[in-house]
């Protein structure tokens, strides 16, 4: 009966669980990290904590892309003394989520579809990071939650994450936004 209601469940129609390819749902690919020549962006799946913790991002900053373990030497980020990361492959894909939000786009576009975020930050004054957040519970200890970030420099969309967390997660309050946004400025 409760695998039933997990199946019939549906996350709200402003979040999504995918991008690029890649989805927080599907346990069949845990780590990746894909490059898109044409747009310049990188594209990166965690599996965390034997999948308590689920992470898909769009972005074009390497260091980032360096933190989660893969080698961006070849795109003009030296390494660090004299480690080598994960290779990134040189995948094609849309830098877009399933509703047609897609790097590059203003505030106001994003806003207009997705509507208002359930938390919002300003960073450096040229950064707006917006959360769309959604927490299921299966019972009173156990449950999802999704988390859908956008970030925006000078008003432009520049990166997006999407965050599948477990409750309980692994050691840390799953619930907790602390230290949001999880990205660096």
Known sequence: MLSLLIMAFAWPSNMCVSMAGLSVESRELTAACWHDPKSGFFAVKTLDCDGAHRMVMLTKDRRVVNDYGYDTTRFGRAPKDDWTGNKVEDHPFAAKTKHGVAIGDTKSRVLAKLG????????????????????????????SVLRNTYIFKNGKLIEIMINLDSIPGCGENSLSDDGWPWTKF
């Open 116 to 143: 208002r975020p359930t938390k919002s930050v300003t960073k450096k004054g040229i950064y707006w990071c917006a959360l769309y957040k959604k927490v299921v519970m299966d019972d009173k200890e156990n449950g």
